[in-house]
């Protein structure tokens, strides 16, 4: 099994809207058979506006494939998801993605 983890470090006053994108796209995506993502923010982190968004996923292979091809919904939901992430980048300063094997 293996956690991913998107770190996104918002730019000032752009975390709720950035969480709320989230929400929103952790829904929809296990409408379509996507793992269900934790969301978090920061408390005390190393940057000041920081959003986590975690999944687990049974192995490389699957988030490979989940990354290569576009989910599978209703049209309806299709076009909630592009909505969603519509305009995110303007939320955010810089990211990066973290892969880690759960051990226990």
């Known amino acids: 099994m293996f956690i991913i983890r998107e770190i996104m470090y918002c730019k000032p006053g752009k975390v709720r809207p950035l ?3 989230f929400k929103t796209i952790s829904e929809l995506s296990v409408k379509m058979g996507m793992p ?3 969301i978090m923010t920061d408390f005390c982190a ?3 506006w920081t959003v986590v968004s975690e999944m687990e996923v049974p192995d490389l292979n699957a988030f490979e494939q989940m990354m290569a091809t576009m989910p599978q919904g209703s049209t309806d939901d299709m076009k ?3 909505e969603a992430m519509h305009g ?3 939320l955010v ?3 990066k993605r973290e892969i880690y094997r759960l051990e226990a």
Do not use: L, S, W
Request: charged share 50%.
């Open 19 to 21: 969480v709320d994108k």
């Open 36 to 38: 269900r993502m934790r």
């Open 46 to 48: 190393e940057q000041y």
């Open 80 to 82: 909630k998801m592009e």
């Open 88 to 90: 995110y980048h303007d």
């Open 93 to 95: 300063d810089h990211g």
